[in-house]
């Protein structure tokens, strides 16, 4: 999935030899998408090819065994095996949609699997990958799961009253205190997706006697990078007030020496910054997207909140967008402010689960 090569030919070329990107060009190409899509994508396509492997469509000598740089090499020429004994994988494809649904996986990572596979298919240049039937399998399936009593899983609603509860159990004599406090609440201002929240430098801050402009400087609805703005006013609580709680935290982080770079960063067993000796990370000792959500639900638990297991990184983005349609706002200007596209089904799905409580279509009609 990391190595394409494009081949000119027809009116204008001198010859019909291989023309290889350069490796700047290449590198773009790459990192077109979130290295955590990525990541997913690298790991539903060895699951893919180990499937292939156990129904004898691949040799074993190639059916994918590692987690690693290494590994990439090994999926790409074991895609590359099954085109060439069966030319078109639609087929395939489909079967495999079929069997995912048979160990009854959440449609939504379903979707993604044939995602990662359409994906390599056109990687190795076979082109787009038809996927008709695969996705007629997926939606069969689909409403076989609504008939049989699934629920579609949403992140629960990480509230106000509970956001006070939760930063009421971190110390703000500590650095991690301090960090976790401007996580939860400046997260929560923002209605920001946990990888936006990762990806904040102390440059995106620009506080004024109004409160604090952020830059968004990327997103996931954000293609071209193109960024937004968010204003964020003061709050009435100090301790979830988002502009005290982020000016304590840049003060901590001004008596550590930074004063540029990564917001949000690592902190040891000893209670100072640093970069984390094992796992994923930047060498600058930024905190990672699924940090985020640890630390969101690490908290709840301290806080003893009933279900505080289902809450996500995603709780605090929902959370702004339930309390803001609660407090009377519109869709439109919800949506600009979180960063959803006009329109969003899914914002759309969150207001109405306000909605039909607060604006319920039988209330006054005098039953």
Known sequence: ??????????????????????????????????????????????????????????????????????????????????????????????????????????????????AAIAVAHRSVGAGRLATDGARAVLRTYRRDSADGGRKVRKARPLLVSNLRLMVDTLDPDKLAGLRDRSILVLGFALGARRSEIAALDIEDLDFNEHGLEVTIRRSKTDKDATGRKVHVPYGTNEQTCPVRTTRAWLAALAECGVASGALYRRIDKHGQLGRAPHGRGSADGRISGQAVAIIVQRTALAAGIDAASVFSGHSLRRGFATEARRAGHDQIRIGRHGGWKDGSPTLAGYMEDVDRVTSNALTGVGL
């Open 1 to 114: 999935m990391n190595e394409i090569e494009v081949r000119v030919s027809g009116p204008g070329t001198l010859d019909n030899t291989p023309f290889v990107l350069s490796a700047s060009a290449l590198d773009r190409l790459r990192r077109a998408k979130a290295d955590s899509t990525l990541r997913a994508y690298r790991s539903d396509l060895r699951r893919f090819l180990v499937w292939a492997g156990a129904q004898k469509m691949i040799t074993t000598d190639l059916i994918p065994i590692d987690q690693g740089p290494i590994n990439d090499a090994l999926n790409a020429a074991a895609f590359a095996a099954l085109l060439e004994r069966y030319g078109q994988l639609h087929a395939i494809a489909t079967e495999y949609i079929n069997h995912l649904a048979e160990e009854a996986k959440a449609p939504s990572t379903i979707d993604r699997a044939l």
